[in-house]
């Protein structure tokens, strides 16, 4: 009888990262995806999966997933920019201002 495969979490995070740092963002969501499903309110997976969409010009993708990532934590900076950006590159940056403010509140570079 075999086992059904069990999905590493955590070794499935460090690929994804080591393809997002070879410059392959696609492959990095690709395996980031599942990692979510995992783990939905998973912050660190979350953030590199926006980071693979965004580097992958998904940028409706990258809005959506920081969206939750703020909705889960409202005081990241990061997630607030990176937002800010995505939405920028999306030609809205009316609704980009509102969160470039808060992440200047909040000390995020």
Do not use: C, K
């Not at 953030?47 to 940028?59: I, K, P, T, V």
């Not at 969206?67 to 920028?88: S, Y």
């Amino acid at each position: 009888m075999t086992q059904p495969f069990e999905i590493d979490l955590h070794s499935e995070f460090l690929r994804a990262d080591l393809f997002l740092a070879m410059g392959q963002p696609t492959e990095a969501a690709r395996i980031l995806e599942r990692v979510v499903e995992a783990e939905p309110a998973n912050e660190a997976a979350l953030e590199l999966l926006a980071r693979a969409y965004f580097g992958s010009a998904q940028l409706a993708r990258s809005e959506g997933v920081l969206t939750r990532l703020v909705a889960l934590a409202p005081a990241n900076g990061w997630a607030r920019r990176a937002l800010a950006r995505t939405l920028e590159r999306q030609s809205r940056a009316a609704d980009a201002a509102v969160h470039h403010r808060v992440a200047d509140a909040l000390g995020a570079a």
